[in-house]
């Protein structure tokens, strides 16, 4: 299996910050790395696919990086919405992979 | 917008089957893959497998053969049957839909709130 190692695995920042979020996959995956955002009770979210393709109607504060091995997810400016977990998932070969998370806190 | 919603019992009992169903309104399922994903209380996301609209599926080794997936187009409705069911396999569990296009994509683009269900004698 493919392990995705996120980190950090907390963070706290505040409204306005710039925030940087990595993934690492333990052998290549091209770009098949999307990042979701999941608020407690509610349905994951995905913000960026293919690596760096922001879903639509996703604001273009969250930007999405990097191929191969190494992946980050920024996003430029924090609103008190954003915070919520975030995960890294590979789809590049079964079975699909999720990092173990990182929680951005006020 | 495309809504999956879980249901199914909130509890099971060691050593049984795990049955849980997936409607979905808002959209086609043809041309998507489906899939279940689950996560234990306190920990991360485990895929469980996925199962395309035209019968193929493929699921998570670890649940080695455990796991039974269907669909229903003619009701838009996905199933999950996980059998030999132990406390480890108490979690939320999620239905989602998954899309795939050009350039390296492949990904979950709507997901169910979950429902959790815990194994408990």
């Known amino acids: 299996d493919i392990q995705m190692t996120q980190s950090p695995s907390s963070l706290s920042a505040s409204v306005g910050d710039r925030v940087i979020v990595t993934c690492r996959a333990s052998q290549t995956i091209s770009k098949y790395l999307n990042w979701y955002q999941h608020k407690p009770g509610k349905a994951p979210k995905v913000l960026i696919y293919?690596?760096?393709s922001l879903q639509s109607g996703v604001p273009s504060r969250f930007s999405g990086s990097g191929s191969g091995t190494d992946f980050t997810l920024t996003i430029s400016s924090l609103q008190p919405e954003d915070f919520a977990t975030y995960y890294c998932?590979?789809?590049?070969?079964?079975?699909?992979?999720f990092g173990q998370g990182t929680k951005l806190e006020i | 917008q495309v809504q999956p919603q879980e249901s199914g019992p909130g509890l099971v009992k060691p050593s049984e089957t795990l049955s849980l169903t997936c409607n979905v309104s808002?959209?086609?399922?043809?041309?998507?893959?489906w899939t279940w994903i689950r996560q234990p209380p306190g920990k991360g996301l485990e895929w469980i497998g996925y199962?395309?609209?035209?019968?193929?599926?493929k699921s998570n080794p670890s649940l080695k053969s455990r796991v039974v997936m269907s669909i229903d187009r003619s009701r838009n409705q996905i199933s999950l049957h996980l059998s030999s069911v132990t406390p480890a396999d108490t979690a939320v569990y999620h239905c989602?839909?998954?899309?795939?296009?050009?350039?390296?994509?492949?990904?979950?683009?709507?997901w169910g709130q979950g429902t959790l269900v815990t194994v408990a004698p």
């Open positions: 808002g959209g086609f399922m043809s041309g998507y893959y």
């Open positions: 293919a690596a760096s």
């Open positions: 998932q590979q789809s590049y070969s079964i079975p699909f992979t």
């Open positions: 989602a839909r998954g899309a795939i296009c050009a350039g390296d994509c492949d990904f979950i683009d709507f």
């Open positions: 199962m395309y609209s035209g019968g193929t599926t």
